[in-house]
T-cell receptor, first 113, second 114 residues
């Protein structure tokens, strides 16, 4: 299973862009990068995922480097409600078409007023 | 609201009790998962069910017994638990196919074993 490395914590000013980095240097060619976040004491929430190309949705943008060894999650205008633990995960193909999301420690993002 | 519900949301039980956690989804998903999240630890995958069949057991002690009667419901039966089993237990579901299976999580059951 490909491992990911993320900074333990980051701060961001409210209204500014939050850029959360992730290293996944052992990623395989068919493995997707997923981002989830977990607000305190709630279940994880899906944010975005991608394989090679950059992706954007209503929540965030995902920038994946050309060699796919790292990626950055961008929250364009962070709000106080974006304070959460953000997990970068490489999806690992399991048996019977079910995948395995291997959660690490994640990055605790603190958005400050 | 992700469409995955879990009951109860909070549970306190003694070490000799038997209790069950319930998870329900009406998203049309065919894969369901149990995760455990202990304090200050990452989520740990416990069990995976795909089309009602267990496809993953991540070396979970037998005092945790999962049951998946259909693709919409998943149970976790608990008996003779230990205090170290106190944790947030999360259920998730996903569509059955391929490498792009986004998992949707329920709100979790906060379990305290006394």
């Amino acid at each position: 299973d490909a491992k990911t490395t993320q900074p333990t914590s980051m701060d961001c000013a409210e209204g500014r862009a939050a850029n959360l980095p992730c290293n996944h240097s052992t990623i395989s060619g068919n493995e997707y990068v997923y981002w989830y976040r977990q607000i305190h004491s709630q279940g994880p929430q899906y944010i975005i995922h991608g394989l090679k190309n950059n992706e954007t949705n209503e929540m965030a943008s995902l920038i994946i480097t050309e060699d796919r060894k790292s990626s950055t999650l961008i929250l364009p205008h962070a709000t106080l409600r974006d304070t959460a633990v953000y997990y970068c995960i490489v999806w690992s193909h399991g048996s019977s078409n079910t995948g395995k999301l291997i959660f690490g420690q994640g990055t605790t993002l603190q958005v400050k007023p | 609201e992700t469409g995955v519900t879990q009951t109860p949301r909070h549970l306190v039980m003694g070490m000799t009790n038997k209790k069950s956690l319930k998870c329900e989804q009406h998203l049309g998903h065919n894969a369901m998962y149990w995760y455990k999240q202990s304090a200050k630890k990452p989520l740990e995958l416990m069990f995976v069910y795909n089309f009602k069949e267990q496809t993953e057991n991540n070396s979970v002690p037998s005092r945790f017994s999962p049951e998946c009667p259909n693709s919409s419901h998943l149970f976790l039966h608990l008996h003779t638990l230990q205090p170290e089993d106190s944790a947030l237990y999360l259920c998730a579901s996903s569509p059955p196919s391929g490498p792009q299976e986004t998992q949707y999580f329920g709100p979790g059951t906060r379990l305290l074993v006394l």
